[in-house]
């Protein structure tokens, strides 16, 4: 999947709390989680803009999580100890164009964005081992 996304505000220090983009059993479940469902069975990739927790990490930041349905996500601490992997990405209120890129081949998840306008793809994260079942749902949220 490749998404090509701009995300804007008026504020240029405080935005909250991001988007994010799901691949998940059930479609359109509306809720707290960059607003798709808490406890979500499948895969989330999260763009978020606003830093929660007290971790080290430079915010804007893209991060992945799979959930069985069973967890909630930590709002408060971003998901710091639940993410698949991440990393910083300027996304917000540029004046170009912003892509990620999502790929899922033989258990092994890659997330790369391209942030600067110039074409130039950064891997973010790279998960290995990782098993997602077939026919979910991929959607935007
Ligand atoms: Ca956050």
Not at 17 to 46: C, H, N
Not at 65 to 68: L, Q, R, T
Not at 72 to 75: G, I, T
Not at 93 to 107: G, L, P, V
């Given at each position: 999947?490749n998404?090509l996304?701009?995300?804007?505000?008026?504020?240029?220090n405080?935005a909250?709390?991001?988007?994010?983009?799901?691949?998940?059993?059930?479609?359109?479940?509306?809720?707290?989680?960059?607003?798709?469902?808490?406890?979500?069975?499948?895969?989330?990739?999260?763009i978020?803009?606003?830093?929660?927790?007290?971790?080290?990490?430079?915010?804007?930041q893209?991060?992945g999580?799979?959930?069985?349905g069973?967890v909630?996500?930590?709002?408060d601490d971003?998901?710091?100890?639940?993410?698949l992997?991440?990393?910083y990405?300027?996304?917000r209120?540029?004046?170009?164009?912003?892509?990620?890129?999502?790929?899922?081949?033989?258990?092994i998840?890659?997330?790369?964005?391209?942030?600067?306008?110039?074409?130039n793809?950064?891997?973010?994260?790279?998960?290995?081992?990782?098993?997602l079942?077939?026919?979910?749902?991929a959607?935007?949220?």
């Open positions: 999947m998404a996304y701009k995300v804007h505000g008026h504020s240029r405080l909250a709390d991001g988007m994010a983009l799901w691949y998940v059993k059930e479609p359109r479940q509306i809720g707290s989680v960059f607003g798709g469902a808490d406890q979500f069975t499948g895969l989330g990739i999260f978020d803009t606003y830093k929660n927790g007290g971790g080290t990490g430079a915010f804007p893209v991060s999580m799979v959930n069985d069973t909630d996500y930590n709002h971003d998901g710091n100890d639940q993410n992997g991440s990393c990405a300027m996304v209120n540029r004046e170009h164009d912003t892509h990620m890129s999502i790929k899922y081949k033989k258990q998840l890659t997330v790369s964005v391209d942030v600067d306008g110039q074409g793809w950064r891997q973010c994260f790279v998960k290995t081992g990782l098993v079942p077939c026919g979910y749902y959607t935007g949220c």
